[in-house]
């Protein structure tokens, strides 16, 4: 069964940059037509796609996070990553990270809080 | 303010039907699959419904959905009290972007 488990600090300050990685377990980062993506939910907000990474290496990003955003996968240890800069308060949330299909989100992390704060 | 819209909430008693709406565009709904997620509080996002009106292995028949043109539902009959929860619509778009919807609050009086 898949896993995925996200890592990174949970706490980062305001104008620095938020770096996440995604751990898979049970299935390669290699396989054909799987998108690897994020979604981050702020407490008591809905939630929002920040963007994704195909199979391929091709990356497609949230237009309204597009300038701040960088994924990228290293399939040696089979994890991708996100980078999110310049981060303000409004970027504190439960980011998960998941393998999707276009809109069909398969598999999910637990989610891990990052809270920006000085 | 989400691209897919959904009411902020909705609620019902044991036993009754309850629907929730999606509504978007013919860029998202109108060309893509719609997926269902339940959300309880503190857990990641569960698959509900898949490719409009799909069921994963697991879900009640309880749990149904439905697409027409640029807008989706789900619904939920025989509520029951453990279906109290979040529950989003999600698609993806034309301009290569996944979507969510802003997610609905389900309560059971």
């Known amino acids: 069964q898949l896993q995925l488990q996200e890592s990174g600090p949970g706490l980062v300050k305001p104008s620095e940059t938020l770096s996440l990685t995604c751990t898979v377990s049970?299935?390669?980062?290699?396989?054909?037509?799987?998108?690897w993506g994020w979604i981050r939910q702020p407490p008591g907000k809905g939630l929002e796609w920040i963007g994704s990474?195909?199979?391929?290496?091709?990356?497609y990003y949230n237009p309204s996070l597009k300038s701040r955003v960088t994924i990228s996968v290293d399939t040696s240890k089979n994890q991708f990553s996100l980078k999110l800069s310049s981060v303000t308060a409004a970027d504190t949330a439960v980011y998960y990270c998941?393998?999707?299909?276009?809109?069909?989100?398969?598999?999910w992390g637990q989610g891990t809080l990052v809270t920006v704060s000085s | 303010q989400s691209v897919l819209t959904q009411p902020p909430s909705a609620s019902g008693t044991p036993g009754q039907r309850v629907t929730i709406s999606c509504s978007g565009s013919?860029?998202?709904?109108?060309?893509?699959?719609v997926y269902w997620y339940q959300q309880l509080p503190g857990t990641a996002p569960k698959l509900l419904i898949y490719?409009?009106?799909q069921r994963p292995s697991g879900v009640p028949d309880r749990f149904s959905g439905s697409k027409s043109g640029t807008s989706a539902s789900l619904a939920i009959s025989g509520l029951r009290s453990e279906d109290e929860a979040d529950y989003y619509c999600?698609?993806?778009?034309?301009?290569?972007?996944?979507?969510f919807g802003g997610g609905t609050k389900l309560t059971v009086l």
């Open positions: 998941a393998r999707h299909l276009r809109g069909d989100y398969e598999d």
């Open positions: 049970g299935g390669s980062i290699s396989s054909s037509s799987y998108y």
């Open positions: 990474i195909y199979y391929s290496g091709s990356t």
């Open positions: 013919s860029s998202n709904i109108g060309s893509n699959y």
């Open positions: 490719r409009n009106n």
């Open positions: 999600a698609a993806w778009d034309d301009s290569l972007s996944g979507l």
